[in-house]
């Protein structure tokens, strides 16, 4: 059965959830169009780590974070992409996922004409890929997952076996396996 995931989905260990969203399909409405792909790569963020954007506390940057779980962090980076994250913790407690990687499913001439590429394999294949690709920015910081601008659905795909490994560019807490991707679908991920 296909449906949009509630709330409580988001609301669990963050770890957990970066796992679980695996296979999820993330669905934007845009006024050009609706966007949507498999997610098949994430990366946890919890707020004693060094790497995660609150764990000095909220800024006006982070503040979504800080929201209540099953809301969207976007935010700027390198001065050149977006990066979509999902809030995972009750209010006032700023833990995220990063969704790294999409299988394209809807919206493919979209995507092509957003990335200015044609190849499937480069449309989604990076956080800052699959923002670009979907029309995400920083518009949707903020918005609420149970809506109908951009939300997540089951179709109830099996993933199969999910890889752990290290997060993708961060120097600090390298032993925390919080990066994940399902085996079967490895062609798809940022980086192997």
């Keep these: 059965?296909?449906?949009?995931l509630e709330r409580d989905f988001y609301l669990r260990d963050t770890a957990d959830a970066?796992?679980?969203?695996?296979?999820?399909?993330?669905?934007?409405?845009?006024?050009?169009?609706v966007t949507s792909g498999r997610i098949v790569e994430s990366e946890a963020y919890l707020r004693d780590?060094?790497?995660?954007?609150?764990?000095?506390?909220m800024t006006a940057r982070n503040r979504a974070m800080f929201g209540e779980p099953g809301r969207a962090y976007v935010y700027f980076t390198y001065g050149n992409h977006y990066c979509l994250n999902f809030v995972t913790q009750p209010a006032g407690i700023a833990e995220a996922i990063l969704v790294r990687a999409l299988e394209p499913l809807d919206g493919i001439e979209l995507m092509r004409r957003n990335r200015g590429r044609t190849r499937l394999v480069d449309l989604c294949s990076g956080p800052g890929k699959l923002t670009q690709?979907?029309?995400?920015?920083?518009?949707?910081?903020g918005e609420d997952l149970l809506g109908d601008r951009l939300y997540l659905l089951d179709d109830g795909g099996d993933v199969g076996d999910v890889i752990a490994r290290p997060r993708v560019g961060i120097k600090e807490a390298t032993d925390r396996l919080w990066r994940f991707y399902p085996a079967p679908q490895a062609q798809w991920v940022s980086r192997r």
Aim: charged share 15%; hydrophobic share 45%.
């Design 133 to 141: 690709a979907l029309g995400i920015d920083l518009s949707l910081n």
């Design 49 to 57: 780590d060094p790497a995660c954007h609150a764990c000095r506390g």
């Design 18 to 33: 970066a796992m679980a969203v695996l296979g999820r399909v993330l669905v934007h409405n845009t006024c050009e169009g």
């Design 1 to 4: 059965m296909i449906g949009k």
